[in-house]
């Protein structure tokens, strides 16, 4: 505490004070810190240990009242929940800010899981100062100059600088003292770098159509930012404006906007996985997605026939390559790109008998995706009954708002309308109900939203980021009143801090199909799953243009194994489906389709990982490496989970790169075995086959054989990869398993976690298996074939009995029967 101390007089004195914010009282209520300054009041509370949420209220905005010492218990407060939750409940928050009807400052709080109560924080208040202590966190108020600092026991984390300022009647400012060695993270999905300071990001959701290396705006903007120094800020206000991070070189991080809370959270953590953790905790979870989710997509804009539809189905199959869902772009509701959306209907014609279509897809394990668009055009079939119903977002006169762009003359729905919110949910409930098993949302930045529309949630600007994320929770909501028993899947390219929470699955927009594009899709995924988008994934091959290159839609297809989401897509010039390429073509890409199946188990996994953790399926290596200044820029390289370190091919005719092993681990090839040390930078060779790809010294990896969809899976026999090294001691791997399909099925106790652990010395090793079965879960007895990759034990034993096993040319195999409610154990004697 002395060295912070030290610290926060040192900086103080060298950062600028906001000389015109003068301290006049301070209230301590309830664990809320409410300070008086001559121009506004101060809100400080804490959602736990390590966050912390800020907000001010100047005396100037009647719109949003500054907070009182009444009884929270008498007081209300907007549900906290990022970008667009609106009902108000009795939480007993200290904080009035004011009716949505009134306002639309209650759709901005991020935080998803209010309490009762704030976290039982410290305050501790002398004649110049008031410390606030968190236990992990320390926020102190100097009285004279005003200034709030930021603090752990590392040392000071930032400052304010200025604070809020209104600069003129349109743009509103909080701004920040940072230190001039940190690297900042975080502002949604873009392309600039994983290292975003020095830049001034634009909140304002966009389409970027044919991006390659550089994208400044894209479809996801986050008004989150994160530091090297191991904490984030988060804004907590959906109004469109900037993210500053220091463009000026002045030190500085500025958050600009045109209105709403000024209110910011602080969160910290003692790892990145920790840090991430916190935030997602503040934010929400994602939830489990549907197990067919992580399998194979057949996609293309778009499919214009029933029978084309049945077609593409017959040649995976055919060919035996696995496919688990086929997406429909907007020709099912149009015969022609422009003049249709908004019909939402079934186009007869072309889709004579959809039921019966996804029925038989259905029983050849196949699920059906569908586009939809906010978008109703006046010449849709829809038109009529949306402005009728007035359903549709307005001018300042009350009627349906529209405008053109390219599909046409348009309206969008307001989904902020509960009348429009309702009206959208019965088209996918009808779909749903006609056999439809997921939704695509398309277009929903909103691609054209002029500033003059207004919505029942605000003016156009005001709610124009939030759009998306409301639009996500509309599915969600409707699922879970209507299909409580059927895990959503919900795939935008647009949305807002927390999205995850209603399973959105997002995904990086119109990238070119070409090496350019390749090259940025791994630090725009790594970054979204920073901020909690762990499902960012990229349109395998590419989407826009006409470029043909086999070797690059090879690549990324490889990549793409090693995707949260494998789902090739493209326009029609280019074949996007694995089963419509040529013979050569098709084989090695079947090879990748494959892998994908064979690491189900892996990959599901990590999906519960995600799903109660918060951690990032992609992770970037400075994870392992926090302080490696090289690392903290590698935008290629990353991490699939814990166990695999993964190196896309981005350039076309490489055979060899660079590869640095983390060195926390010692690594090994996952196809050849070769072992590469830790802490190294190596030249390999590469593959035509695969990109490069490694398995950290000690980790278990669970794999199953290749199925032709999800409907065949189950690891009632399964492999089970462990890759010994002799330096780890101790290590441990794990195995989640339920039905694949019910939601919650955690919370209900509907699942297996399967857990193994080994004990290394240099005379033997120990592997113990160990089954953790929910209340509400069957187990089974299984069969593990049990590959040990490095190693030649001259004994094996399985629970005290000698076994026989099988060499291969670096490991052993053995096959170990594990009955229910039992826990082996397999001993190797060298």
Not at 9 to 30: C, G, I, M, P
Not at 113 to 124: C, E, H
Not at 591 to 611: C, D, F, G, H, I
């Given at each position: 505490?002395?060295?912070?101390?030290?610290?926060?007089?040192?900086?103080?004195?060298?950062?600028?004070?906001?000389?015109?914010?003068?301290?006049?009282?301070?209230?301590?209520?309830?664990?809320?810190?409410?300070?008086?300054?001559?121009?506004?009041?101060?809100?400080?509370?804490?959602?736990?240990?390590?966050?912390?949420?800020?907000?001010?209220?100047?005396?100037?905005?009647?719109?949003?009242?500054?907070?009182?010492?009444?009884?929270?218990?008498?007081?209300?407060?907007?549900?906290?929940?990022?970008?667009?939750?609106?009902?108000?409940?009795?939480?007993?928050?200290?904080?009035?800010?004011?009716?949505?009807?009134?306002?639309?400052?209650?759709?901005?709080?991020?935080?998803?899981?209010?309490?009762?109560?704030?976290?039982?924080?410290?305050?501790?208040?002398?004649?110049?100062?008031?410390?606030?202590?968190?236990?992990?966190?320390?926020?102190?108020?100097?009285?004279?100059?005003?200034?709030?600092?930021?603090?752990?026991?590392?040392?000071?984390?930032?400052?304010?600088?200025?604070?809020?300022?209104?600069?003129?009647?349109?743009?509103?400012?909080?701004?920040?003292?940072?230190?001039?060695?940190?690297?900042?993270?975080?502002?949604?999905?873009?392309?600039?770098?994983?290292?975003?300071?020095?830049?001034?990001?634009?909140?304002?959701?966009?389409?970027?159509?044919?991006?390659?290396?550089?994208?400044?705006?894209?479809?996801?903007?986050?008004?989150?930012?994160?530091?090297?120094?191991?904490?984030?800020?988060?804004?907590?206000?959906?109004?469109?404006?900037?993210?500053?991070?220091?463009?000026?070189?002045?030190?500085?991080?500025?958050?600009?906007?045109?209105?709403?809370?000024?209110?910011?959270?602080?969160?910290?953590?003692?790892?990145?996985?920790?840090?991430?953790?916190?935030?997602?905790?503040?934010?929400?979870?994602?939830?489990?997605?549907?197990?067919?989710?992580?399998?194979?997509?057949?996609?293309?804009?778009?499919?214009?026939?029933?029978?084309?539809?049945?077609?593409?189905?017959?040649?995976?199959?055919?060919?035996?390559?696995?496919?688990?869902?086929?997406?429909?772009?907007?020709?099912?509701?149009?015969?022609?790109?422009?003049n249709t959306m908004g019909n939402l209907e079934w186009d007869k014609d072309n889709f004579p008998k959809p039921e019966e279509m996804m029925a038989k897809l259905k029983d050849k394990g196949v699920k059906t995706v569908v586009i939809t668009e906010p978008f109703i055009l006046t010449t849709?079939?829809?038109?009529?009954?949306?402005?009728?119903?007035?359903?549709?977002?307005?001018?300042?006169?009350?009627?349906?708002?529209?405008?053109?762009?390219?599909?046409?003359?348009?309206?969008?729905?307001?989904?902020?309308?509960?009348?429009?919110?309702?009206?959208?949910?019965?088209?996918?409930?009808?779909?749903?109900?006609?056999?439809?098993?997921?939704?695509?949302?398309?277009?929903?930045?909103?691609?054209?939203?002029?500033?003059?529309?207004?919505?029942?949630?605000?003016?156009?600007?005001?709610?124009?980021?939030?759009?998306?994320?409301?639009?996500?929770?509309?599915?969600?909501?409707?699922?879970?009143?209507?299909?409580?028993?059927?895990?959503?899947?919900?795939?935008?390219?647009?949305?807002?801090?927390?999205?995850?929470?209603?399973?959105?699955?997002?995904?990086?927009?119109?990238?070119?199909?070409?090496?350019?594009?390749?090259?940025?899709?791994?630090?725009?995924?790594?970054?979204?799953?920073?901020?909690?988008?762990?499902?960012?994934?990229?349109?395998?091959?590419?989407?826009?243009?006409?470029?043909?290159?086999?070797?690059?839609?090879?690549?990324?297809?490889?990549?793409?194994?090693?995707?949260?989401?494998?789902?090739?897509?493209?326009?029609?010039?280019?074949?996007?489906?694995?089963?419509?390429?040529?013979?050569?073509?098709?084989?090695?890409?079947?090879?990748?389709?494959?892998?994908?199946?064979?690491?189900?188990?892996?990959?599901?996994?990590?999906?519960?990982?995600?799903?109660?953790?918060?951690?990032?399926?992609?992770?970037?290596?400075?994870?392992?490496?926090?302080?490696?200044?090289?690392?903290?820029?590698?935008?290629?390289?990353?991490?699939?989970?814990?166990?695999?370190?993964?190196?896309?091919?981005?350039?076309?005719?490489?055979?060899?790169?660079?590869?640095?092993?983390?060195?926390?681990?010692?690594?090994?090839?996952?196809?050849?075995?070769?072992?590469?040390?830790?802490?190294?930078?190596?030249?390999?060779?590469?593959?035509?086959?695969?990109?490069?790809?490694?398995?950290?010294?000690?980790?278990?990896?669970?794999?199953?054989?290749?199925?032709?969809?999800?409907?065949?899976?189950?690891?009632?026999?399964?492999?089970?990869?462990?890759?010994?090294?002799?330096?780890?001691?101790?290590?441990?791997?794990?195995?989640?398993?339920?039905?694949?399909?019910?939601?919650?099925?955690?919370?209900?106790?509907?699942?297996?976690?399967?857990?193994?652990?080994?004990?290394?010395?240099?005379?033997?090793?120990?592997?113990?298996?160990?089954?953790?079965?929910?209340?509400?879960?069957?187990?089974?007895?299984?069969?593990?074939?049990?590959?040990?990759?490095?190693?030649?034990?001259?004994?094996?034993?399985?629970?005290?009995?000698?076994?026989?096993?099988?060499?291969?040319?670096?490991?052993?195999?053995?096959?170990?029967?594990?009955?229910?409610?039992?826990?082996?154990?397999?001993?190797?004697?060298?």
């Amino acid at each position: 505490m002395k060295k912070i101390l030290f610290l926060f007089l040192v900086t103080t004195l060298s950062f600028a004070q906001n000389e015109n914010r003068k301290y006049l009282s301070h209230t301590w209520k309830d664990n809320v810190l409410e300070i008086k300054v001559n121009d506004g009041v101060y809100s400080i509370k804490s959602y736990n240990e390590n966050t912390i949420e800020t907000s001010f209220y100047p005396n100037s905005d009647a719109n949003n009242p500054a907070p009182t010492a009444a009884d929270p218990k008498k007081t209300k407060y907007a549900e906290n929940t990022a970008g667009g939750d609106t009902k108000i409940k009795n939480y007993g928050h200290s904080t009035a800010v004011g009716s949505p009807e009134k306002n639309n400052y209650a759709l901005s709080s991020a935080v998803i899981y209010p309490k009762k109560s704030f976290y039982a924080s410290k305050l501790v208040a002398t004649n110049s100062e008031l410390t606030i202590y968190t236990g992990t966190a320390t926020v102190t108020i100097t009285k004279n100059p005003f200034q709030i600092t930021y603090a752990t026991d590392r040392g000071i984390l930032f400052s304010e600088k200025q604070g809020y300022t209104k600069v003129n009647d349109s743009t509103e400012t909080i701004n920040f003292n940072i230190s001039k060695d940190e690297m900042l993270y975080g502002g949604g999905a873009r392309a600039l770098g994983m290292n975003r300071r020095g830049n001034r990001l634009q909140l304002y959701n966009r389409a970027h159509y044919g991006y390659e290396t550089r994208a400044e705006l894209m479809n996801f903007c986050i008004p989150l930012v994160m530091s090297s120094k191991m904490y984030a800020i988060h804004f907590d206000n959906p109004a469109i404006g900037y993210l500053d991070l220091d463009s000026k070189k002045e030190n500085t991080i500025t958050y600009e906007t045109i209105s709403g809370r000024k209110t910011y959270q602080v969160i910290v953590g003692s790892s990145w996985e920790n840090l991430i953790q916190n935030y997602t905790d503040m934010t929400g979870k994602q939830p489990l997605p549907p197990r067919w989710s992580l399998g194979n997509f057949s996609s293309r804009f778009g499919y214009h026939t029933q029978e084309e539809v049945e077609n593409t189905i017959d040649k995976f199959q055919k060919d035996s390559i696995p496919v688990d869902a086929i997406i429909l772009d907007l020709y099912w509701f149009g015969k022609t790109v422009k003049n249709t959306m908004g019909n939402l209907e079934w186009d007869k014609d072309n889709f004579p008998k959809p039921e019966e279509m996804m029925a038989k897809l259905k029983d050849k394990g196949v699920k059906t995706v569908v586009i939809t668009e906010p978008f109703i055009l006046t010449t849709s079939s829809k038109w009529k009954e949306t402005a009728e119903k007035k359903l549709l977002a307005t001018d300042k006169d009350g009627n349906p708002a529209t405008w053109e762009f390219y599909f046409g003359n348009t309206g969008i729905v307001d989904i902020f309308k509960p009348q429009g919110k309702e009206w959208f949910w019965t088209i996918y409930k009808k779909l749903i109900n006609q056999g439809v098993s997921g939704m695509w949302g398309d277009l929903g930045e909103p691609e054209v939203f002029p500033s003059r529309v207004i919505t029942a949630g605000g003016k156009a600007d005001e709610v124009h980021n939030i759009y998306g994320h409301n639009w996500a929770k509309l599915i969600a909501d409707g699922y879970q009143k209507d299909f409580p028993n059927q895990r959503p899947f919900i795939l935008m390219r647009a949305g807002y801090s927390g999205s995850q929470r209603y399973g959105m699955m997002p995904w990086s927009g119109d990238v070119n199909r070409t090496w350019g594009g390749l090259q940025s899709q791994m630090e725009i995924a790594m970054q979204m799953g920073m901020q909690g988008m762990a499902y960012m994934h990229s349109d395998l091959g590419g989407f826009a243009g006409d470029y043909f290159d086999n070797e690059l839609y090879l690549r990324w297809l490889q990549y793409g194994v090693f995707n949260p989401i494998f789902r090739p897509h493209a326009q029609e010039d280019v074949a996007s489906e694995v089963a419509r390429k040529d013979i050569v073509t098709k084989a090695k890409a079947k090879k990748s389709v494959e892998l994908r199946y064979q690491l189900m188990p892996y990959n599901y996994t990590l999906a519960y990982e995600n799903s109660t953790s918060g951690k990032p399926l992609m992770r970037p290596l400075f994870f392992e490496e926090p302080t490696n200044e090289r690392l903290l820029t590698e935008k290629e390289s990353y991490l699939w989970g814990n166990d695999f370190l993964i190196k896309p091919i981005t350039h076309a005719g490489v055979s060899s790169c660079e590869v640095y092993f983390p060195k926390s681990s010692n690594w090994y090839d996952f196809y050849t075995d070769k072992k590469y040390d830790a802490g190294t930078t190596q030249t390999v060779s590469v593959s035509e086959l695969a990109i490069p790809t490694y398995v950290r010294g000690g980790s278990f990896i669970p794999m199953i054989k290749t199925i032709q969809n999800t409907t065949n899976y189950n690891v009632n026999q399964f492999d089970l990869h462990y890759y010994f090294d002799a330096s780890v001691a101790n290590s441990s791997g794990q195995l989640f398993n339920d039905d694949g399909s019910t939601p919650n099925t955690i919370a209900n106790g509907s699942y297996e976690l399967m857990r193994f652990t080994a004990a290394s010395n240099p005379k033997n090793t120990t592997i113990k298996f160990s089954n953790e079965i929910g209340k509400n879960y069957a187990a089974t007895d299984k069969t593990v074939n049990l590959k040990i990759h490095n190693c030649n034990p001259k004994k094996v034993t399985v629970n005290g009995k000698k076994v026989n096993f099988s060499s291969t040319n670096n490991g052993v195999n053995i096959p170990v029967t594990w009955t229910k409610n039992t826990a082996p154990e397999i001993n190797l004697e060298f």
